[in-house]
């Protein structure tokens, strides 16, 4: 089935871009070789399950591409137009989109989609229907997010709402503070996605790839990257997605341009390693009898966590054709959809030293959950378990043994072939059940800090009057730091170095260093590196 329905997404890709070729909405990227060679649960792409069956949609707007689609998933009006929005759930049970929208017979068609108004939706199922409570306010690409003190925030293109609860009638607009802390705000600050870090602060990442953390949500946000931190591949990057589970972050962005998204993680939010494969593409909202909906356009995507903080459902904004082409009273429009997702199963690695090319064995927990039953459903010569770079080329250790440990299942694999360097910190499993569905997971490293401290470094300032540099260095990580060295470089030559001693989380420290020469000059290329243990923690040049 799976295959199946792959080779229909890339049937119906091709048909698009032939149909659609003269226009400068899309472009073919070329795939690597050797994404030819990936398994099935290589790509997030292959994480995609069915759509929950609905009414199919007949004589009604859209392509005949998108005839077939069910018209009750996630929100559909014949007169608005929908685009972006993602879910929240209360203790009731009740499910909450907060989506834009904008009237369809508009004077600029889809182009009227900078006078959006964000809508408060709710729905019973996850899926939806969601039918429209009332309206929040004007803005575009709403993400909602709850403080940890109740309170809801819709972030909005250049601002953000913010009432007492989901159901408020009274949302209040403000904006949000930022601070760049001396480095280049990257392409500006717009299509922000946000992500709970344990403490209750926020990982923010912005349109262009940067990364920002705030204390609470709503204090100043604080930019700790100096350059994108997407992958290093040619892309018209946009709609970036984050979020956390109790693992690790995760992080989509979407080369609209190309209509192929990337799938990164990362143990902290700042240092990201990227899976190889699409995340998404054109194609993958599929029914169950393996049925396309082929929207041209997949956008916005946002995620909806279990308790766990698991993505099990993606929202994306679609549309029918391309934007431009979407007219006033015309038969094109757009919507929100919702995808379920498979989640994922529970992992953590029982060794306690860390592994490496000499490890000959590797315990695995697989843990138990509602409807999963390790001990029983799961084919056990099917898994591999490894680092990515080896599992999801079907390579990495196999399994020798298993044993019960309650509802749990310990799989113990050889350890040889499992590529895990020092840097891992999530390894990935990848199997299936024993009727043939997909399996996988990152499993939990007992001698892994998931909660590193993070330093990082202010402009140096050179005093003349006293003939001194200093450097201001803040933890924004979750943990104490280590005593760090800061090195403080110009035109490639060490000016200037210093310890800063142990940080509490947030703490700030303000060097004063005597350079080997008097800089001249303001606002000089200065280069900071800050080493922790012999690790480098941060290197940051300030641009002129």
Same mark, same amino acid.
């Given at each position: 089935?799976?295959?199946n329905?792959?080779?229909?997404?890339?049937?119906? *890709?091709?048909?698009?871009?032939?149909?659609?070729?003269?226009?400068?909405?899309?472009?073919?990227?070329?795939?690597?070789?050797?994404?030819q060679?990936?398994? &099935?649960?290589?790509?997030? /792409? %292959?994480?995609f399950?069915a759509?929950?069956?609905?009414?199919?949609?007949?004589?009604?707007?859209?392509?005949?591409?998108?005839?077939?689609?069910?018209?009750?998933?996630?929100?559909?009006?014949?007169?608005?137009?929908?685009?972006?929005?993602n879910?929240l759930?209360?203790?009731?049970?009740?499910?909450?989109?907060?989506?834009?929208?904008?009237?369809?017979?508009?004077p600029?068609?889809? /182009?009227?989609?900078?006078?959006?108004?964000?809508?408060?939706?709710?729905?019973?199922?996850?899926?939806?229907?969601?039918?429209?409570?009332?309206?929040?306010?004007?803005?575009?690409n709403?993400?909602?997010?709850?403080?940890?003190?109740?309170?809801?925030?819709?972030?909005v293109?250049?601002?953000?709402y913010?009432?007492?609860?989901?159901?408020?009638?009274i949302?209040?607009?403000?904006?949000?503070?930022?601070?760049?802390?001396?480095?280049?705000?990257?392409?500006?600050?717009?299509?922000?996605?946000?992500?709970?870090?344990?403490?209750?602060?926020?990982? /923010?990442?912005?349109?262009?790839?940067?990364?920002?953390?705030?204390?609470?949500?709503?204090? &100043?946000?604080?930019?700790?990257?100096?350059?994108?931190?997407?992958?290093?591949?040619?892309g018209?990057?946009? %709609?970036?997605?984050?979020?956390?589970?109790? *693992?690790?972050?995760?992080?989509?962005?979407? %080369?609209?341009?190309?209509?192929?998204?990337?799938?990164?993680?990362?143990?902290?939010?700042?240092?990201?390693?990227?899976?190889?494969?699409?995340?998404?593409m054109?194609?993958?909202s599929?029914?169950?009898?393996?049925?396309?909906?082929?929207?041209?356009?997949?956008e916005?995507?946002?995620?909806?966590?279990?308790?766990?903080?698991?993505?099990?459902? /993606?929202?994306?904004?679609?549309?029918?054709?391309?934007?431009?082409?979407? =007219?006033?009273?015309?038969?094109?429009?757009?919507?929100?959809?919702?995808?379920?997702l498979?989640?994922g199963?529970?992992?953590?690695?029982?060794?306690?030293?860390?592994?490496?090319?000499?490890?000959?064995?590797?315990?695995?927990?697989?843990?138990?959950?509602?409807?999963?039953?390790?001990?029983?459903?799961?084919?056990?010569?099917?898994?591999?378990?490894?680092?990515y770079?080896?599992?999801?080329?079907?390579?990495?250790?196999?399994p020798?043994?298993?044993?019960?440990?309650?509802?749990? =299942?310990?799989?113990?694999? %050889?350890?040889?072939g499992?590529g895990?360097t020092?840097?891992?910190f999530? &390894?990935?499993?990848?199997?299936?059940?024993?009727?043939?569905?997909?399996?996988?997971?990152?499993?939990?490293?007992?001698?892994?800090?998931y909660?590193p401290?993070?330093?990082?470094?202010?402009?140096?300032?050179?005093?003349?009057?006293?003939?001194? *540099?200093?450097?201001k260095v803040?933890?924004?990580?979750?943990?104490?730091?280590?005593?760090a060295?800061v090195?403080?470089? =110009?035109?490639?030559?060490?000016?200037?170095?210093?310890?800063?001693?142990?940080?509490?989380?947030?703490?700030?420290?303000?060097?004063? *260093?005597? &350079?080997?020469?008097?800089?001249?000059?303001?606002?000089?290329?200065?280069?900071?590196?800050?080493?922790?243990g012999?690790?480098?923690?941060?290197?940051?040049t300030?641009?002129?």
């Amino acid at each position: 089935m799976k295959k199946n329905i792959a080779t229909k997404i890339l049937l119906g *890709l091709s048909v698009l871009a032939c149909s659609t070729s003269t226009y400068a909405q899309t472009v073919e990227r070329e795939r690597p070789a050797e994404w030819q060679q990936l398994v &099935p649960g290589a790509r997030f /792409m %292959d994480r995609f399950l069915a759509m929950p069956e609905g009414t199919q949609g007949k004589q009604t707007w859209g392509t005949d591409s998108v005839q077939n689609r069910y018209t009750d998933n996630g929100i559909e009006l014949p007169d608005i137009s929908f685009w972006g929005g993602n879910i929240l759930q209360t203790p009731d049970k009740r499910y909450h989109l907060y989506v834009c929208g904008w009237p369809e017979n508009s004077p600029k068609g889809h /182009m009227f989609w900078s006078n959006s108004t964000v809508f408060h939706a709710t729905s019973d199922k996850l899926t939806g229907p969601y039918h429209i409570q009332n309206s929040i306010g004007k803005g575009h690409n709403p993400e909602a997010f709850r403080l940890d003190d109740g309170r809801i925030v819709v972030y909005v293109i250049d601002g953000y709402y913010i009432a007492t609860n989901e159901d408020s009638p009274i949302w209040y607009y403000q904006k949000f503070d930022f601070d760049p802390r001396d480095r280049p705000i990257i392409e500006g600050l717009s299509n922000l996605t946000f992500a709970r870090r344990q403490d209750g602060s926020r990982l /923010m990442v912005c349109r262009g790839g940067g990364v920002w953390i705030s204390r609470d949500g709503i204090s &100043p946000y604080r930019q700790l990257t100096g350059k994108r931190v997407y992958p290093a591949v040619e892309g018209k990057f946009e %709609d970036p997605v984050v979020w956390k589970d109790s *693992l690790q972050y995760h992080l989509i962005v979407n %080369d609209w341009l190309g209509r192929i998204a990337y799938y990164q993680r990362s143990k902290d939010g700042i240092h990201w390693v990227t899976e190889q494969g699409e995340a998404y593409m054109p194609g993958v909202s599929f029914h169950r009898d393996g049925e396309i909906e082929h929207w041209f356009k997949y956008e916005r995507p946002k995620v909806f966590q279990d308790h766990n903080g698991r993505a099990i459902q /993606m929202n994306f904004a679609v549309i029918d054709t391309i934007k431009w082409n979407d =007219l006033p009273g015309d038969r094109h429009s757009s919507k929100n959809i919702c995808i379920p997702l498979n989640k994922g199963i529970l992992l953590s690695v029982l060794n306690t030293q860390p592994i490496d090319d000499s490890t000959r064995r590797i315990e695995v927990r697989i843990q138990a959950e509602p409807g999963f039953n390790p001990q029983t459903d799961i084919d056990i010569q099917s898994l591999r378990f490894g680092a990515y770079t080896e599992v999801n080329y079907g390579r990495g250790c196999l399994p020798v043994k298993t044993r019960k440990d309650g509802k749990d =299942l310990i799989v113990t694999f %050889d350890g040889k072939g499992s590529g895990i360097t020092p840097d891992e910190f999530a &390894p990935k499993l990848i199997g299936h059940t024993t009727k043939g569905e997909l399996l996988f997971g990152y499993a939990y490293l007992p001698y892994v800090n998931y909660t590193p401290a993070l330093l990082s470094a202010r402009r140096p300032q050179y005093d003349s009057s006293q003939g001194t *540099l200093k450097v201001k260095v803040e933890n924004f990580g979750l943990s104490t730091s280590q005593p760090a060295e800061v090195e403080v470089r =110009l035109n490639d030559k060490t000016i200037a170095q210093g310890t800063v001693e142990s940080l509490e989380p947030y703490g700030v420290s303000e060097l004063i *260093l005597p &350079p080997s020469f008097h800089p001249d000059g303001d606002n000089l290329p200065y280069e900071v590196i800050i080493r922790s243990g012999g690790v480098e923690m941060e290197r940051h040049t300030f641009l002129q």
